[in-house]
């Protein structure tokens, strides 16, 4: 076993090299996701910043007829404009955030500065999921055990502990006294000719034996103990971090799971409130029509369904990245 100590040592430090890279794969994959999700939202946000602009361009068009037949004044049409500007510097504004988001995610699939790559469109194409319910407390205790078996941090700090149980096996061993059986076998050649030497060293015409017991008694050695004490302090430091990370791993579990769950609710509540955001917007939309309301009220209304519009797709978003 100590012969072939540090093939086992060296073996298990490739496995962990392989673990590595299979963690850095799957943060590849995860930081890809939450790009994209990035990249779905800001193009949501673009089109929802388009309808309000078309919302308020609707509404300047309706006060600027009504001025004209002489029922809506010029205070009204210049509250119209000014809104009307503002909705042009918010779809600028989400045109530069789709930009940005879109750049993130290039430069995540396609590192480098090929130009090609950064002028690559990408149009998401993935549909948001439905919204489920989050597991109930009760399944928690299965999450976390299946995770504990396949997250790759954990398998990281496990051959880290493999690895330092063998250096510390190695360093007892090495403070012990050993006993090893020697064997040699040797030839040699005695012609002039080099030719003829080495045939007869190979042609073992003369031959050596030799065969012995070696035995090895360390001494006081204080190098050897100093060695054995360091691998002992780093096996223990091992398995703290293994369970340290176990640990960590259960909690941010926990924590996802209950970010599934509130967001799922967030969405569903930022839904409802679209909907009713929508239903006062056509009813006063309505009495602005009869004469019952001002325009500066429907405007205030029109806002109102814009931001309920902003959040729903951010819920729904947050919803997505809380799955991933």
Same mark, same amino acid.
């Given at each position: 076993?100590?012969?072939?100590?540090?093939?086992?040592i060296?073996g298990?430090?490739?496995?962990?090299?392989?673990?590595?890279?299979?963690?850095?794969?799957? %943060?590849?994959?995860?930081?890809?996701?939450?790009?994209?999700?990035?990249?779905?939202?800001a193009?949501?946000?673009?089109?929802?910043?388009?309808?309000?602009?078309?919302?308020?361009?609707?509404?300047?068009?309706?006060?600027?007829?009504?001025?004209?037949?002489?029922?809506a004044?010029d205070?009204?049409?210049?509250q119209?404009?000014?809104?009307?500007?503002?909705?042009?510097?918010?779809?600028?504004?989400?045109?530069?955030?789709?930009?940005?988001?879109?750049?993130?995610?290039?430069s995540?699939?396609f590192?480098?500065?090929?130009?090609?790559?950064?002028?690559?469109?990408?149009?998401?194409?993935?549909?948001?999921?439905?919204?489920?319910?989050?597991?109930?407390?009760?399944?928690?205790?299965?999450?976390? %055990?299946?995770?504990?078996?396949l997250?790759?941090e954990?398998?990281?700090?496990?051959?880290d502990?493999d690895?330092?149980?063998?250096?510390?096996?190695?360093?007892?061993?090495?403070?012990?006294?050993?006993?090893?059986?020697?064997?040699?076998?040797?030839?040699?050649?005695?012609?002039?000719?080099?030719?003829?030497?080495?045939?007869e060293?190979?042609?073992?015409?003369?031959?050596?034996?030799?065969?012995?017991?070696?035995y090895?008694?360390?001494?006081?050695?204080?190098?050897?103990?100093?060695?054995?004490?360091?691998?002992?302090?780093?096996?223990?430091?091992?398995?703290?971090?293994?369970?340290?990370?176990?640990? %960590?791993?259960?909690?941010e579990?926990?924590?996802?799971?209950?970010?599934?769950r509130?967001?799922?609710?967030?969405?569903?509540?930022?839904?409802?409130?679209?909907?009713?955001?929508?239903?006062?917007?056509?009813?006063?939309?309505?009495?602005?029509? %009869?004469?019952l309301?001002?325009?500066?009220?429907?405007?205030e209304?029109q806002?109102?369904?814009?931001?309920?519009?902003?959040?729903?797709?951010a819920?729904?978003?947050?919803y997505?990245?809380?799955?991933?």
């Amino acid at each position: 076993d100590y012969t072939t100590s540090l093939q086992e040592i060296a073996g298990l430090r490739f496995e962990r090299e392989l673990e590595g890279i299979r963690l850095q794969r799957k %943060q590849l994959v995860f930081d890809i996701e939450l790009k994209y999700w990035d990249l779905v939202l800001a193009k949501s946000q673009l089109g929802v910043a388009g309808s309000a602009l078309d919302l308020a361009i609707e509404q300047l068009q309706r006060d600027r007829r009504r001025r004209e037949a002489g029922v809506a004044t010029d205070v009204e049409v210049i509250q119209d404009e000014a809104t009307v500007a503002r909705r042009i510097e918010g779809v600028l504004l989400a045109e530069t955030a789709l930009e940005t988001c879109m750049d993130r995610l290039r430069s995540t699939l396609f590192p480098g500065v090929e130009t090609g790559s950064w002028s690559m469109l990408i149009t998401p194409i993935t549909a948001m999921p439905e919204i489920e319910p989050a597991p109930a407390n009760s399944e928690w205790d299965t999450e976390i %055990q299946s995770a504990l078996s396949l997250r790759s941090e954990v398998k990281l700090a496990a051959v880290d502990v493999d690895i330092a149980v063998a250096v510390h096996a190695r360093a007892l061993s090495e403070r012990q006294s050993s006993l090893d059986f020697s064997v040699q076998l040797g030839s040699q050649g005695f012609d002039d000719a080099v030719g003829t030497s080495l045939g007869e060293a190979f042609g073992y015409e003369s031959p050596r034996v030799a065969a012995g017991l070696v035995y090895q008694l360390p001494m006081k050695n204080t190098s050897l103990s100093n060695e054995e004490r360091a691998s002992r302090a780093e096996l223990r430091g091992a398995r703290i971090a293994l369970d340290s990370i176990r640990s %960590q791993i259960a909690a941010e579990l926990r924590e996802s799971l209950r970010q599934v769950r509130d967001q799922a609710e967030a969405s569903r509540a930022a839904t409802k409130t679209r909907e009713a955001a929508e239903r006062l917007m056509t009813a006063e939309k309505t009495r602005y029509e %009869q004469g019952l309301a001002t325009n500066f009220q429907v405007l205030e209304f029109q806002q109102a369904l814009v931001e309920a519009l902003y959040s729903e797709q951010a819920g729904r978003t947050a919803y997505c990245q809380s799955l991933a």
